[in-house]
């Protein structure tokens, strides 16, 4: 299994400009994460979905839109690239267990990150 | 926000050096995850905690559950190189449970 692939590594972008960042993952979980993470800053999160059709705002959604069409796919768009936006972006999945159980939480299985520069 | 400091940001031991990280929060956490980063990867889960007071060892890392369920801690025990990487801890509320809201990391450098 590949688990959680992201496309692409790296990216630069001039302000202003789009780009949708890929997530896919193998394993059939059932939620998937984005976060940003900024040096001495820990993982922000940006968006999450619960399942195919449902996302919902994180910490830091503004200036991102996800979508959820399948289980496997959940891309992260930018549509007009900000400096602020630089940063390294991960996606993650996990599966976590509905109604009593869901206070614990399964791991989140990490793809290796997209490295994005705008300027 | 629910916030998660991690002392101490940084950690620079020799090798064979005891060392604790810490995780602290104001807020009451339904369970807690503890990662290690190693560079130009995502975080690899170590361990998750769910119980005030719960104690779980991994080989030479031992981690801890603050009986409030508020804070967690870290201790490495006879540090080895390969230890080296960032620490992340990880919150996640019952009521909230789709989110998990990251400390802001603990990097440690073990010298040979």
């Known amino acids: 299994n590949a688990g959680v692939t992201q496309t692409p590594k790296f990216r630069i972008l001039k302000i202003g400009q789009s780009m949708t960042l890929q997530c896919t993952q193998d394993?059939?979980?059932?939620?998937m994460y984005w976060y940003r993470q900024d040096p001495g800053m820990g993982l922000k999160l940006i968006y999450y979905?619960?399942?195919?059709?449902?996302?919902d705002k994180g910490e830091v959604p503004n200036g991102y839109n996800v979508s959820r069409s399948t289980t496997e796919d959940f891309p992260l768009r930018l549509e007009l690239a900000a400096p602020s936006q630089t940063s390294v972006y991960f996606c993650?999945?996990?599966?976590?267990?509905?109604?009593?159980?869901?206070?614990?939480?399964?791991?989140?299985?990490f793809g290796d990150g997209t490295r994005l520069s705008i300027l | 926000t629910q916030l998660l400091e991690q002392s101490p940001q940084f950690l620079s031991i020799q090798e064979g050096e005891n060392l604790t990280v810490y995780c602290n929060s104001s807020?009451?956490?339904?369970?807690l995850q503890w990662y290690r980063q190693e560079p130009g990867e995502g975080p690899v889960l170590l361990v998750t905690?769910?119980?005030?007071?719960e104690v779980k060892k991994l080989k030479r890392l031992t981690f801890q559950f603050g009986d409030a369920r508020k804070d967690s801690s870290l201790h490495i025990t006879a540090a080895q190189p390969g230890d080296t990487g960032l620490y992340l801890c990880?919150?996640?509320?019952?009521?909230?449970?789709?989110?998990?809201?990251f400390g802001t990391g603990t990097s440690l450098t073990v010298i040979p």
């Open positions: 990880a919150g996640a509320h019952s009521n909230t449970g789709n989110q998990f809201y």
């Open positions: 979905s619960v399942g195919a059709g449902i996302t």
């Open positions: 807020s009451v956490f339904s369970s």
């Open positions: 993650a999945s996990s599966y976590t267990y509905p109604g009593p159980l869901a206070s614990y939480n399964q791991p989140q299985h």
């Open positions: 905690v769910v119980t005030g007071g």
């Open positions: 394993m059939n979980h059932n939620y």
